[in-house]
């Protein structure tokens, strides 16, 4: 009874230690992702800020041309046959 007891009070502590360990290295993980936005933001001060909507091309004057396809070309490799 009393290494059974021993042995399941092991596992709680270990438990616990492995639970606060996860919590730590959360901890250390979010920092670090925190640490990089602030470098990146500080790093390109002259960017304006992305919005969500897409920017719409300058409308021309030129009415579009239409685009013709491209005529299909025959293959040259072994066009002759005087072998």
Same mark, same amino acid.
């Given at each position: 009874m009393g290494s059974a007891l021993a042995s399941l009070l092991?596992?709680?502590?270990?438990?616990?230690a492995l639970y606060g360990?996860?919590?730590v290295i959360?901890?250390?993980v979010r920092d670090g992702m925190l640490e990089a936005d602030r470098r990146r933001s500080r790093a390109?001060?002259? /960017? @304006? +800020? %992305?919005s969500s909507q897409p920017v /719409? @091309? +300058? %409308?021309?004057?030129?009415p579009a041309q239409p685009v013709q396809p491209a005529k299909p070309?025959?293959?040259?490799?072994?066009?002759?046959?005087s072998d």
């Amino acid at each position: 009874m009393g290494s059974a007891l021993a042995s399941l009070l092991g596992l709680v502590f270990t438990g616990i230690a492995l639970y606060g360990f996860y919590w730590v290295i959360r901890l250390a993980v979010r920092d670090g992702m925190l640490e990089a936005d602030r470098r990146r933001s500080r790093a390109i001060p002259s /960017q @304006p +800020p %992305q919005s969500s909507q897409p920017v /719409q @091309p +300058p %409308q021309s004057s030129q009415p579009a041309q239409p685009v013709q396809p491209a005529k299909p070309t025959q293959p040259t490799v072994g066009a002759d046959s005087s072998d």
